[in-house]
């Protein structure tokens, strides 16, 4: 009982802050999406993700065997997306990306940590780095439709990402005010994201939604296979095989969302894709730490 009532705490105001978004178009105010996606993806998310890879210690033989298995589990998870969009007739730019990669920071570091302590985050964290490399390169190159690596090189999601990555694998720091200054501007993240979601979802339609539900559903089940067969094939230590299986089985993130509204995807379908896998994970991510704790 104690873990569900974590996960819908940590869940909770995830709708919250979409709820603002969602009543504050319902009542007829504007909201500029272009804008706060660009001050969202240019400034707030790169700060998060150098700051939080920045500022975590892990072990170098867990980041060797973890990073190794994270890798192989999302390529996993890209083959048989791609072959079950390509069944289905649905279009890549739009939904690979989403369904790969899935919200293993704001919702996934948080539950390793209850779940399993300061060991579990660690794992965690190597998870979500490799995640964050993988989601804001080849994922930003298949939602952009093939943008060119020189392009891709130059988005402050990548460099914040690849530099994080680097300034954990050395153990270097930022001065202490560039660190303090960069947090705050880490923290504009996640409720823009938020409330952008929920300005997204009150253009939604129901056919979008059961659509969305759908996929989100064989997100569920073939992120958990894939994960637990990664996990095993690498012989994982009980506490690495948990976290690996639950991160790569996190519901899918807002930036995913923010990613599609900037190069022109289908955001009205993966904002509903972020609601209702969101809300699936309430019931799926206890369950499935049930199996572990």
């Not at 993806?41 to 298995?69: K, R």
């Not at 190597?126 to 989601?135: D, K």
């Not at 270097?172 to 303090?180: D, G, I, Y």
């Not at 880490?186 to 129901?206: D, E, S, Y």
Request: with cysteine; charged share 10%; aromatic share 10%.
């Amino acid at each position: 009982m104690d873990l569900v009532l974590t996960v819908i705490e940590v869940v909770a105001p995830v709708f919250l802050l979409a709820a603002i978004g969602f009543g504050w178009v319902r009542l007829g105010h504007e909201y500029r999406i272009a804008f706060v996606t660009k001050l969202a993806m240019t400034l707030g998310v790169p700060a998060l993700i150098f700051t939080a890879l920045m500022e975590t210690e892990i072990e170098p033989a867990a980041l060797t065997a973890v990073s190794l298995a994270a890798f192989v589990g999302y390529a996993g998870l890209t083959v048989v997306f791609w072959i079950i969009l390509r069944v289905m007739r649905l279009d890549m730019r739009t939904f690979l990306s989403p369904l790969i990669f899935g919200n293993t920071g704001n919702l996934g570091l948080p539950l390793c940590l209850f779940a399993f302590g300061d060991e579990g985050l660690g794992y965690a964290v190597v998870v979500f780095a490799v995640m964050a490399i993988l989601s804001f390169t080849f994922g930003l190159w298949l939602v952009s439709g093939g943008a060119s690596l020189v392009q891709i090189a130059k988005e402050p999601l990548v460099i914040a990402t690849i530099l994080g990555a680097l300034f954990l694998a050395l153990d270097w720091e930022t001065p202490t005010f560039l660190t303090n200054a960069l947090g705050l501007i880490g923290q504009l993240a996640i409720p823009l994201m938020l409330i952008t979601l929920g300005v997204a979802v009150a253009r939604l339609t129901p056919k979008g939604l059961g659509r969305a539900f759908l996929l989100s559903l064989v997100k569920v089940a073939i992120s958990v296979a894939i994960g637990w067969g990664v996990a095993s094939l690498f012989d994982l230590s009980p506490v690495a095989f948990a976290i690996l299986v639950v991160q790569i089985a996190t519901p899918v993130a807002v930036t995913s969302y923010l990613l599609a509204e900037k190069y022109g995807a289908d955001s009205d379908a993966v904002a509903g894709l972020v609601v209702t896998s969101t809300l699936m994970s309430v019931g799926a991510l206890p369950l499935i730490l049930a199996f572990f704790i």
